[in-house]
């Protein structure tokens, strides 16, 4: 059976023409095209086009030499069909190909299959390509290759196969790391998706929302009518306490799980979030596409997606309960929870198993993930678990100064507290939660 490829550049390429000098733009960067054949090329690229088609008004020489420095930078789609089918097309088009070697395959457990603009896409953290299948009896197969196949291959499937083992979704690519075991599927699918040269889309500061919708606003809004609390800066004892060296602090941080047999005070928690998460200044320069904000930790664009909460079963000056901390006011605002909900909060021990009952009080953070997606593409939530890890160790340090017993938690009742507290779980995921009790 005779297969056509057909070509055409990356839907993420922008061909620019600045005083006649023409550059390809695509995720890797510029790629200026010279001479007289190349840009017209490009030009030609800009709609599927065969190579037949290409060689009627180029040198097809210099069509080989052009697309085969296209695809090392990433920036040609192929397309395979038949005179009547379409097949597939594979995004970047990888490098080098192999035909199929034969034997006996199946798809990588890494490779997954998503719709995506109405298309079936497949894709892998191990693959910097993605194939967009067009025939459904290859997307079949694609089910059938999820067991072992030693059968004969047809023509098509035989093609096929050679371009995912090419791009690396055949189990194949599997063994070719000896760590790969260890890993499970999204772990792998979030390292890779995320990080440059593992994937083939933009990344980066891309304000791909700015045309249609806004950005957020730098703190989280309440109804007028909700109660707030001010929390008052640090006091003179606690304020000493927070002269401690810094060197001292740093040594002397350590999880201290069991809590003390005095209660945490308002003023500790006031001290606490004033020094770990409040807001110190307002960044709304024009320059800038929305406005940011500096706190005691750092946060990537200084986005400061983080939102603090916290639940406190025995804070003095505090009545058992959830609140929201405003980090611009400082203050605290009591949210509305069914006693049932409450009981069921406090029914969740951290440390269960140690006999020491519950922490004086527990924060959970929650990312308004927006914030941060609205300017960042392919790496928002890898920022948001760095900023949650920034403001982890600041609170650590913060609560090791003010002598308080601090711990991170790892796993967070995500669900119970979207369901709890009438957050959208997708708007607002949970994401972190800390512990902290008097010593
Ligand atoms: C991201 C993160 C998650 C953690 N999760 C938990 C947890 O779920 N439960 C717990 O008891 N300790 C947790 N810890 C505390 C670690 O167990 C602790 O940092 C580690 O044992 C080292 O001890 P140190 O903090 O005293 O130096 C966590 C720490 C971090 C940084």
Not at 40 to 54: C, F, G, K, S
Not at 194 to 222: C, D, I, L, M
Not at 359 to 371: A, K, L, W
Request: charged content about 20%; glycine content about 8%.
């Amino acid at each position: 059976m005779e297969f056509e490829q057909s070509h055409r550049l990356v839907e993420e390429a922008r061909l620019v023409n600045a005083g006649g000098c023409v550059t390809i733009q695509g995720v890797r960067g510029p790629l200026p095209l010279k001479g007289g054949a190349p840009p017209a090329l490009a030009e030609r690229l800009t709609a599927w086009t065969t190579e037949d088609e290409l060689g009627q008004s180029l040198d097809l020489p210099v069509v080989y030499y052009v697309l085969n420095i296209l695809r090392r930078y990433g920036l040609l789609q192929t397309r395979y069909q038949t005179a009547s089918d379409l097949l597939f097309t594979v995004s970047p088009a990888p490098g080098t190909t192999r035909g199929f070697q034969g034997g006996t395959v199946r798809l990588s457990r890494f490779a997954y299959l998503r719709q995506d603009q109405g298309a079936a896409k497949l894709e892998s953290p191990l693959s910097s390509c993605r194939v967009t299948i067009h025939d459904p009896l290859l997307a079949a197969f694609v089910f059938e290759l999820c067991s072992s196949v030693s059968r004969e291959l047809g023509a098509a499937e035989r093609l096929f196969a050679g371009i995912l083992s090419s791009v690396g979704m055949l189990d194949s690519a599997d063994t070719s790391s000896v760590s790969l075991p260890v890993w499970e599927f999204h772990d792998l699918l979030f390292h890779g998706r995320t990080s440059p040269g593992f994937h083939p889309y933009p990344y980066g500061g891309t304000f791909r929302h700015k045309e249609n919708r806004p950005a957020q606003p730098v703190v989280k809004s309440w109804p007028e009518t909700t109660d707030v609390l001010p929390l008052a800066s640090p006091s003179d004892n606690l304020q000493s306490k927070l002269q401690t060296p810094f060197v001292e602090v740093l040594n002397r941080r350590q999880s201290v799980r069991e809590p003390g047999t005095r209660s945490i005070n308002v003023c500790e928690i006031g001290a606490f979030l004033h020094e770990s998460a409040r807001l110190k200044r307002v960044l709304d320069n024009p320059g800038y596409h929305c406005a940011a904000s500096l706190r005691p930790y750092p946060s990537g664009g200084a986005l400061h997606s983080l939102e603090v909460y916290f639940l406190a079963h025995r804070c003095e000056g505090l009545k058992k309960g959830v609140y929201h901390y405003d980090p611009q006011a400082h203050a605290v605002r009591p949210l509305a929870v069914s006693p049932e909900d409450l009981a069921g909060l406090l029914a969740v021990c951290p440390f269960p198993d140690t006999g020491w009952g519950l922490p004086d009080v527990t924060f959970y953070i929650s990312s308004r993930f927006e914030r941060t997606a609205w300017k960042y593409e392919s790496i928002a939530y890898r920022l948001v678990q760095q900023d949650l890890g920034c403001l982890y160790q600041t609170m650590y340090l913060v609560a090791t100064a003010l002598d308080l017993a601090p711990c991170a938690l790892g796993v967070t009742q995500c669900a119970l507290l979207a369901k709890v507290l009438g957050i959208d779980p997708h708007s607002e995921p949970f994401v972190g939660a800390f512990t902290l009790s008097a010593r």
